[in-house]
């Protein structure tokens, strides 16, 4: 006899069914946990008024809930039956982690957003930062608040005010918008936007922000960049400048110390200062606002504006001082380049190893193979000092192996020779010079518009005056000169100079384009050099 089994086959969608259900049903729980709802755990007293507030109860003394990690104190509240949300009235107290505390008079929390609304008397209370506001809304769920009526934060070194504000609490971050102020016991800072990281209390400088300082009188201005208010330095991208009380220094990056009063710039550099009328540019600057001491380097440019006209001096640095020679001068500078020093302007040239410059007198030093062009003369010594004065006339001075040139024509040069000459400069011309110690001329004679000859004159000393056309209109000697008059076709070409001679107009610089080396290709494309605005 013989048994038969059944077997009993479940369909596979049948069974993919049930696992869907399960799975469905597992991870119900954890979707309710993103929208838990809100529970009371605490109230002295629960009461139900439909004519007060429909669907809520009223919740009196010492209330207290919970939402996922959120404790909520008040002393009342409404809680609404259908909906996820209540309303908090009196001592409103919020704590959100270990750090975290909102205070406020009254709260309107959804639990389904997780977002908070305070009104009146607001106060955030997190980590080192006391933000207080009269209406502000929290997101729980991001930890970010926000004010749009006035807001004021505190750290351990700052005041920040503004009309708009936003904190990210996780992230340290503040960022202000309107009337934004922050002071600090060494400075103000003005802004209409800015970031502040409550952490390292570093300022960002997002848009036209001036940072003054409250002991000094140096003050910051910056559209991109950060100011760290513990350390006091900055760094700044974006239309910077650092301004005191005569002097400006521009730059496309700059680095500022305050405690130092260090100012450091980076490519293309202005330091101006607008007491004397100086620009100086380059692409390396440093100041100190304290010892008001400056110098700029790398294709460095000295610009300073004249009533008639404008000096521009190149050198590899240039560097100024205050000067503390005149005390009745208290924003004199003293100026210094060095080396490779080249100048113009339409009355005179020079060159020279080094130079100093005393701006309250216009009074210039040149040192290490000076040399100076006025017109159709030529002048050289181991050491010149130059005064430019208005009215004339300018005075020259010119120390050890001295020398004057003047120029005829192309093969003829008048010549003055000696251990000092002091001339005198009338319409950037030589018109007197004093010559002591071994002074020798050599000049021609001319016949009106024939040349008839030349002196060869030595003396000890020597004065001369000449006409308006270089020419000898009168010499004296101090004793009677030894020498000789040369008749023209007599004249050799060892007579046509006296020793020392060297005509180097060749070195003259001939415009301001021509104060530093280029290449050719640069020079033939080069523009003139543009008279920049003096800034005040």
Known sequence: M????????????????????????????????????????????????????ANAQRLIGNVRFRHNQALMFCDSAYSYNDSNRFDAFGNVHIIQGDTLHLYGDKMFYNGDTRLAKFVSHVKLVDKSITLTTE????????????????????DTTNVLTSIIGRYYSDDNMLFFKDSVVLLNKDFILKADTLKYNSQTERAFIVGPTTIKGTKKDGVLYSERGWYDTRKNVAELYKASKITNKSQVLEGDTLFYDRATGNGRGRHRVTLTDTTNKVVIRGKVGVYNETSKIAFVTDSAMFIQFGKKDTMYMHADTLRTKPDTSDVTHKD??????????????????????????????STMFMFYDPMVWSGKNQM????????????????AHLENNAF?????DSIRFNQISGKLIIGQIFENKLRIADVNGNAQTLYYLKDKDRYSGMNRLLSSKIKLHLTNNNHIDSIRFYPKPEGKTIPIKEISDQDKELEGFVWREFERPISPNDLYPIDEKRKKNAGPIKKPALKN
């Open 2 to 53: 013989s048994h038969t089994t059944k077997t009993t086959f479940i369909p596979l969608l049948f069974v993919i069914t049930l696992v869907s259900l399960f799975f469905i049903q597992a991870t119900q729980p954890q979707e309710a946990k993103k929208k838990k709802r809100v529970d009371i755990e605490n109230a002295d007293l629960y009461t139900y008024d439909v004519a007060i507030i």
């Open 135 to 154: 209406a502000m809304d929290f997101d729980l769920s991001t930890n970010i608040g926000y004010y749009n009526h006035h807001g004021k934060i505190v």
């Open 332 to 361: 004199g500078k003293y100026f210094m380049a060095y080396p490779n020093v080249r100048f113009h302007k339409p009355d005179l040239q020079g060159k020279s190893d080094s130079l100093s410059y005393r701006m309250v007198d």
């Open 380 to 395: 050289t010594a181991e050491k010149i000092q130059f005064v430019s004065k208005q009215p004339d006339p300018s005075i």
């Open 404 to 408: 004057i040139v003047m120029s005829e």
